[in-house]
C-alpha cells in the first residue's frame, strides 16, 4: 500500500514522483498450506505520463520497491475515421 505523489523540482522545470506512506499489503494466516510465492502487486491504478525526451522521468521509491512500466509508441500508418 502506497500512494505515488508528484513533485515539483524548484528551478528545474520538471516534476520527479515519490512513493509516499508505504507500507507492505495485509496478509492472513488462512490457507497456511498453501506455499509461500513472489506475486507482483501494484500499490497504485495505472496511470500515464506525459512523454518529453528532453526531460527525465524521476521516481524515488523505497529499496524493496519494484517500478514496472510500458512505452506506448504510435505507427506508422494513419487510420481513416470515414471507414
Excluded: H
Excluded at 502506497?2 to 522545470?13: F, I, K, Q, Y
Excluded at 514522483?17 to 507500507?23: A, F, G, K, N, P
Excluded at 521509491?61 to 510500458?70: C, I, M, S, T
Aim: hydrophobic share 30%; aromatic share 16%.
Amino acid at each position: 500500500m502506497g500512494e505515488l505523489a508528484t513533485r515539483n523540482l524548484e528551478g528545474w522545470g520538471y516534476s520527479y514522483y515519490e512513493l509516499t506512506d508505504y507500507s507492505p499489503g495485509m496478509s492472513t494466516m488462512m490457507m497456511c498450506n498453501e506455499p509461500k510465492t513472489n506475486k507482483f502487486i501494484p500499490i497504485n491504478e495505472p496511470f500515464t505520463i506525459k512523454y518529453d525526451s528532453r526531460l527525465p522521468k524521476v521516481f524515488y521509491l523505497p529499496a524493496d520497491v519494484e517500478l514496472k512500466y510500458r512505452v506506448w509508441q504510435t505507427g506508422d500508418q494513419y487510420q481513416d475515421s470515414n471507414k
